[in-house]
């Protein structure tokens, strides 16, 4: 069943938010945002954040995307064939 903490970078168990389910240390969490200018719809930014409880890491991102300009300038050619 799904509750309002599913939102949240925290794991549900039957104990305190120091431990994970399992000592993997690539075990992780991750919140992965992507907002799109659907007006204009030239830009895109996309956002993340992760954690690693088990190395102690917590880590994040940002990008933006100008889609209108970069259309323009990168207009590439097909790969010759094989």
């Known amino acids: ?3 309002p903490w599913d939102e949240f ?6 104990t305190t938010m120091d ?3 399992t000592s993997d240390p690539a075990w992780t969490e991750r919140i ?7 007006a ?5 930014l996309g956002c993340g954040i992760g ?3 088990n190395k ?3 880590d994040g991102f940002a990008t933006v995307s100008d889609i209108a300009n970069t259309c323009e ?3 590439l050619e097909p790969a010759a064939a094989l």
Not at 9 to 14: A, G, K, N, R, T
Not at 40 to 44: E, G, N
């Open 51 to 53: 954690q690693y409880p």
């Open 19 to 21: 431990h994970v389910l």
């Open 73 to 75: 300038q990168e207009k």
């Open 9 to 14: 970078l925290c794991h549900q168990l039957p």
């Open 56 to 58: 102690n890491v917590q």
């Open 40 to 44: 204009d719809k030239d830009m895109i």
């Open 1 to 3: 069943m799904l509750t």
């Open 32 to 38: 992965y945002i992507s907002l799109y200018n659907v």
